[in-house]
Structure formats: C-alpha cells, structure tokens
C-alpha cells in the first residue's frame, strides 16, 4: 500500500478519483487527489481474496473493502476497469459479479462510475493498446512521479491507478458543441445570442 492514513486527507484536493481493477483472487484500487490539472497519488494497494474458498465469501469481502475505502478517502467519483471477455464463460462470470458487487458499493454512497475498456486504459496511459502490465506502471511511475519504493509489487494495483488517471484524462477533455450547418439553423441554436444582439 502507498499512502493513506487515518488522518487523510492531509491536503485539500478539488477531486477525489478512485480505481478498481476488478478480480475474484486479487482486486486492485488506487485514488487520485486532483488540483488543477494536476494529479496525485493519494494510496493505492490490493484486496487479497485467495484465501476465502467460497465465491460468495470473496464477494461479501469486496463489498465490505470498497465500502471501507470509500468512507476513507471519499472519491468523487469511480473508475473501473470493463472485465475482459474471454473463453471461459465460468470465469468471466465470476469475474463481472466481483466487479458488480464493487459498483455497488460506491452506488451505495451515490458516487457516479464511468467504466474502461483495458485497451482504452492502456491507450490513454500509454498510447499504446497493447502495452503490458508492466509498461502501464512504468508509465504511471514517470507520470505522477512515483518512487521506486513506493511502487506496489502486484500490477492489480497500478492497473486500478490508470483506470483512475484514465478517467482523470477522459473528463478533462474539452466538450466540442456541434456546429450549425447553415444559418437558419445557428438561429435556431441560438436564440437568445441573436435577441441580446438586437437589444444593443
């Protein structure tokens, strides 16, 4: 684990932006502090769910660890990693309740969850979409100035931190209006710039 205390947060960010990456055996997390258009490591770290042998038991332990990191460092908002699909129908659905049962306990406390695609993460930390684990936190490391010791053993966390710093980057982008294409139609867009327009 990186960071974190009982006496967060130390600071006072703008934004609070927590990540998952979704797992039955191993779930990882990890929350941004933003302040401008710059983001911080606040913690990040792992849910070992191995030693629970029954399903029900590792989600009820998602649920319950969620909800404790919620309450700790109470995030703005939720961004988590889309299961991956593959082959083994058994597994994907194991999978998509571990990541169901962790919406629901940020749902819980009404914070909104935007959800990414793995080639989605890797493309906007990496800009590549078929870049490895290990290239993903090598990058977050360079990004947000991590320490060498301070960087997690387990890749689940650093994958948590780019679904995090992913939604950081998606919801800064500007929003480009749709342009009129004539102008009876930019009159019917803008009805109120052409009165304020006459009035002068």
């Known amino acids: 684990m990186m960071g974190g205390n009982a006496d967060f947060p130390p600071i006072k960010y703008e934004r609070v932006i927590m990540g998952i990456d979704p797992g039955t055996n191993i779930m990882g997390y990890g929350v941004l502090g933003i302040n401008g258009k710059h983001p911080e490591v606040i913690v990040m770290g792992v849910i070992e769910l191995k030693k629970f042998e029954s399903h029900y038991l590792r989600l009820g332990k998602i649920f319950q660890r969620v909800t404790g990191l919620v309450e700790q460092y109470l995030p703005d908002e939720l961004a988590i990693e889309a299961p991956f699909f593959g082959k083994n129908v058994q597994s994907m659905l194991k999978l998509g309740r571990a990541q169901g049962v962790a919406m629901a306990a940020a749902l819980a406390r009404d914070i909104p969850i935007s959800e990414y695609a793995p080639?989605?993460?890797?493309?906007?930390?990496?800009?590549?979409?078929?870049?490895?684990?290990?290239?993903?936190?090598?990058?977050l490391k360079y990004i947000l100035k991590i320490p060498q010791e301070r960087m997690p053993h387990l890749l689940d966390a650093t994958d948590a931190l780019a679904a995090a710093l992913t939604h950081f980057y998606e919801t800064g982008k500007p929003k480009v209006e749709k342009g009129a294409k004539s102008w009876e139609q930019f009159l019917k867009q803008n009805p109120d710039r052409i009165a304020s327009r006459r009035g002068k």
Request: glycine share 10%; charged share 15%.
């Open 119 to 139: 080639l989605s993460i890797k493309q906007a930390v990496t800009g590549s979409g078929s870049a490895s684990k290990e290239q993903v936190a090598n990058m």
